[in-house]
Nanobody, 126 residues
Framework: QVQVVESGGGLVQAGGSLRLSCTAS????????MGWFRQAPGKEREGVSC????????SYADSVKGRFTISRDNAKNTLYLQMNSLKPEDTAMYYCAAHFRPYNSCSRSSPGYNYWGQGTQVTVSS
């Protein structure tokens, strides 16, 4: 019954922008921290960013800090990732995930995340 669905991926030139969205259903959205992860071919999955249930706190990987912004709208059960100044190395499948954590901290590591979306592909051309 729980569904996590990403959207907004696509093909963009280096320097461009995309906004990813993730809608979750079948859960109490504001009981969950949310995260964005990505995986490129031949590489391990990495945690891009996370946000606490309230949106009070966020965390970013060093590789995206200053370029990406995570946000959430609890009234819409929706998570966002605004990606600016995209680089070819940002090319990956991007996954949205939910972590039951009604506390004011979040993690960018995979263990503990309860639900995962199917992913949306982001391709950045040079």
């Amino acid at each position: 019954q729980v569904q996590v669905v990403e959207s907004g991926g696509g093909l963009v030139q280096a320097g461009g922008s995309l906004r990813l969205s993730c809608t979750a259903s079948g859960l109490t959205f504001d009981d969950y921290a949310m995260g964005w992860f990505r995986q490129a071919p031949g590489k391990e999955r990495e945690g891009v960013s996370c946000i606490t249930w309230s949106g009070r706190s966020t965390s970013y990987a060093d590789s995206v800090k200053g370029r990406f912004t995570i946000s959430r709208d609890n009234a819409k059960n929706t998570l966002y990732l605004q990606m600016n100044s995209l680089k070819p190395e940002d090319t990956a499948m991007y996954y949205c995930a939910a972590h039951f954590r009604p506390y004011n901290s979040c993690s960018r590591s995979s263990p503990g995340y309860n639900y995962w979306g199917q992913g949306t592909q982001v391709t950045v051309s040079s």
